[in-house]
């Protein structure tokens, strides 16, 4: 089979990383899988299509257990010996399995939406502090989108908030990094913060999820390593907080570029859930998975991808698939959006979905409810964006009401 030459993201658009979906289009009206190079230069297989991405979340050749099989130098700057590595999105079966079931409890949708209350305080007071500006404009991810989350994740773990500007500037670089440097020195601060605070909750613990986890013993009396608990601590840190940002975001840049569906909205809440899901669908805040090895030579579509390989899979690309969803370019609340990858798929799928879906629909309803005038007050195309192609989200949306 003769080898394909890459595929240059850029050179498909220059305006890749704010638009990426017409590239994706291109790429999978030629098949499910290409291997290209990205707009950082980073090389690797690029998974698209919605039925080929499902299958390739579940396909256990393609592993998400580097420090085992693999080099983790591969795709973060970083060495093997990482406990903020230790966690179950860096496992396969039966690791994953395990980890997954002792901290699963303390995400079910029950338990999640004993959160609301609290929420919608926080909600509340960050709205109030915004609409006393004076000016009547604001960056909405610094003053909204962002403490939002982030207030909610560490208090659910038990960070105190003097710590909380910190893990804003580490998070950052783990999901999108500025510089090889500053991703490194991230994968060694978090570490040695976390390992302190483990300490101290581990002589007085309190009533929150890492005092918890650090106590948690299952049935037949596992629990989790010190090295888990740093590990476990991270990845609920990062991706509880990450995607409802950018799901914040993404969902109020769509409803501004299509004012009848916000018009919509705003007449009749009732609309809210299938809203948020067809946010998640139309532009999600996570653009493609965690990499991926390929544990062997994996043909697919006609292509093989050689063993050893990073693989990544647009999710982007999977929710505006037409084979999936019916003209999927526009933006339409009414739309099912039900069977969205958003959140991943398989054993992957994200443990904190509930909470993101949450934190979303009481963000987006208070902030149309108490700013019924809100509007962008810069041009789309003119919006910092963050780089590389996990998270998808702009750093910045000035708004005005």
């Known amino acids: ?211 918890a986890m650090i106590h948690a013993v299952d049935e037949g009396g596992d629990r989790l390593s010190p090295r888990e608990l740093i590990g476990m601590s991270v990845l609920l840190l990062i991706a509880g907080h990450e995607t409802t940002v950018n799901l914040i975001g993404n969902g109020m840049r769509a409803l501004f570029a299509h004012p009848g569906q916000l018009a919509a909205l705003r007449a009749d809440f009732g609309l809210l859930d299938g809203a948020v899901e067809e946010m998640l669908r139309y532009d999600g805040p996570v653009e493609t998975c965690t990499d991926r090895l390929a544990l062997e030579d994996v043909e697919m579509g006609g292509a093989v991808i050689p063993a050893g390989s990073t693989v990544l899979i647009a999710m982007a690309d999977a929710d505006r698939d037409p084979e999936r969803f019916k003209d999927p370019d526009r933006f339409d609340i009414r739309r099912d959006a039900r069977g969205h990858i958003a959140f991943g798929h398989g054993l992957h799928y994200c443990l904190g979905a509930p909470l993101a879906r949450l934190e979303g629909r009481i963000a987006i309803r208070t902030l149309l409810e108490r700013c019924p005038d809100i509007a962008p007050d810069a041009d789309e195309a003119g919006l910092p964006w963050m780089p590389g192609m996990l998270i998808r989200g702009v750093r910045k949306l000035p708004v005005r009401w």
């Open 1 to 211: 089979m003769a080898a394909r030459p890459i595929v240059d993201l850029l050179e498909l658009s220059p305006d890749f990383v704010r638009d990426p979906y017409p590239v994706y289009a291109r790429l999978r009206a030629d098949g499910p899988v290409h291997q290209v190079r990205a707009p950082d230069g980073e090389e690797f297989w690029l998974v698209v299509g919605h039925d080929a991405c499902r299958a390739a979340f579940t396909d256990p050749r393609l592993s998400r257990a580097w420090m085992k099989s693999g080099s983790i130098g591969q795709i973060i700057n970083t060495d093997q010996d990482q406990p903020a590595l230790a966690h179950m999105l860096m496992s396969d079966p039966p690791d994953h399995t395990r980890l997954r079931r002792l901290v699963a409890r303390e995400f079910t949708p029950r338990r999640i939406d004993t959160l609301a209350p609290r929420i919608q305080q926080i909600t509340d007071g960050l709205l109030d502090a915004m609409l006393a500006e004076e000016e009547r404009r604001a960056d909405l991810i610094d003053s909204f989108a962002f403490p939002l989350p982030m207030t909610v994740i560490c208090e659910l773990l038990g960070v105190p908030e003097l710590d909380r500007d910190a893990f804003r500037g580490w998070s950052n670089e783990m999901v999108a990094r500025t510089s090889p440097e500053a991703e490194a020195r991230a994968y060694e601060e978090v570490p040695a913060y976390l390992g302190e605070l483990i300490a101290a909750k581990r002589a007085a613990p309190g009533q929150d999820l890492l005092s």
